[in-house]
């Protein structure tokens, strides 16, 4: 039996001149056809993170919407799965209040799975248990951001290399549900990337580092490196590259993880509300920088 194709004209909104846009009339509960993909996958490209609403699907639908763009990797490469669903990373509220307070940049901002060789192209999060305020997430596009540095400052970066590692900063671990920061620590990875990625499908540069994961960059002293990551850090984290979403039961987001950062919000276990989120992601290819560099083991 031929499963019943979801034909549909969509409905793009952006939400901010540089990044996010509502995707409507939409239904992810069935298969989309190729038109509609290619429209969804498009408007990734273009927007960077886009959101759907009202969508009340579970796992297995979440997982399927997800292979509709790619392979769907196993959940992630050292924290558990929810149960029966080895593609599903469970996020609650309680085990992921990761902020360090006392650091100058806010660490909770990255980029998924950057410690990896090939960390994923995207991530589909959907919104499970929401809070009736506060939770919001933010995402910024890091091609407005390279691009918004000047020339001499982009060639410069263009040729840097970065480690980046599974550590937690600082004392952010200190916030971390302990049996979880365990299993994250126990597996060491660490990758070596170029600070500017070419992105595989729209060629545009992107840079590609985040207070979260990024350890240092390559050849530079202790101090040089502090700095240089310190700069492009609030050069990513201008409010003019950033959208923030607030979330309801049934939204789903999905990033191009290649082409931005994102923060997970450090409001919700004070506020005494449950947060709880599912998240997949999709199988990404190996970075390459503009002088051709490509990612390594570190
Ligand atoms: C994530 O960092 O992937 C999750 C973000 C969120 O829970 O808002």
């Not at 799965?81 to 901002?109: C, F, H, K, M, R």
């Not at 890091?142 to 040729?159: N, T």
């Not at 240092?216 to 590259?241: A, C, F, N, W």
């Amino acid at each position: 039996m031929t499963a019943q194709l979801a034909t549909t004209t969509l409905d793009i909104r952006p939400m901010a001149p540089n990044i996010g846009a509502e995707v409507l009339g939409i239904d992810l509960a069935h298969p989309l056809d190729d038109a509609t993909v290619a429209t969804v996958r498009a408007a990734l490209l273009r927007w960077k993170v886009i959101f759907f609403r009202d969508q009340h699907i579970g796992p297995a639908e979440h997982i399927a919407f997800g292979r509709q763009f790619g392979v769907v990797t196993p959940a992630h490469p050292i924290l558990p799965s929810i149960e029966g669903y080895p593609e599903v990373l469970p996020l609650s509220s309680e085990a992921y209040a990761t902020q360090d307070p006392g650091s100058e940049i806010d660490n909770n901002w990255h980029t998924d799975v950057t410690f990896s060789l090939d960390p994923p192209m995207g991530s589909i999060l959907r919104g499970v248990t929401v809070p009736p305020y506060g939770g919001d997430t933010l995402w910024t596009n890091l091609v407005a951001a390279y691009e918004g540095l000047s020339l001499p400052m982009r060639r410069f970066v263009d040729g840097l290399q970065a480690v980046h590692r599974n550590a937690i900063p600082s004392a952010a671990a200190a916030e971390i549900d302990s049996e979880l920061l365990a299993q994250f620590l126990k597996a060491a990875r660490r990758s070596v990337h170029p600070v500017v990625r070419v992105h595989p499908e729209t060629g545009e540069r992107a840079l590609f580092v985040n207070p979260f994961f990024t350890e240092s960059i390559v050849g530079l002293t202790g101090s040089e490196s502090h700095r240089v990551l310190h700069l492009l850090y609030e050069q990513m984290l201008k409010p003019d590259y950033i959208v923030r979403f607030r979330w309801a039961p049934g939204s789903i987001a999905f990033w191009d993880n290649r082409a931005t950062a994102h923060r997970a919000p450090t409001d919700v276990q004070a506020s005494g509300f449950d947060r709880y989120m599912e998240r997949i992601t999709i199988a990404g290819d190996v970075p390459v920088g503009p002088d051709g560099f490509t990612s390594q083991p570190a």
